[in-house]
């Protein structure tokens, strides 16, 4: 089982970035789909999650209206398109399966 994350880098306050996932060794469109985020000394927390059947989203209210999750199935890949970015949106971002499996994480970093 692998989930490999890529995207990250550095970007100026304001700007945008997509975040991609790309997941295998088990059935991908059979799980929901979550992001995560940690920051330096606070706990992870939810971003935004996709239901496996219908694609049902839900956000981190902070990064509601500025996020959007989405996944491909035919690819196994879920993405996490992220807009108006903000210094607070610095972490390092996780993707997760169904609270099963996890990606070894992306460093997104805000700042002019």
């Known amino acids: 089982v692998q989930l490999v994350e890529s995207g990250g880098g550095l970007v100026q306050p304001g700007g945008s970035l997509r975040l991609s996932c790309a997941a295998s060794?088990?059935?991908?469109?059979?799980?929901?789909m979550r992001w995560f985020r940690q920051a330096p000394g606070k706990e992870r927390e939810l971003v935004a999650g996709?239901?496996?059947?219908?694609?049902?989203?839900v956000y981190a209210d902070s990064v509601k209206g500025r996020f959007t999750i989405s996944r491909d199935n035919a690819k196994s890949t879920v993405y996490l398109q992220m807009h108006s970015l903000k210094p607070e949106d610095t972490a390092v971002y996780y993707c997760?399966?169904?609270?099963?499996?996890w990606g070894q994480g992306t460093q997104v970093t805000v700042s002019s």
């Open positions: 060794g088990f059935a991908f469109r059979s799980y929901a």
């Open positions: 997760n399966a169904q609270d099963t499996y």
């Open positions: 996709i239901s496996s059947a219908f694609g049902w989203t």
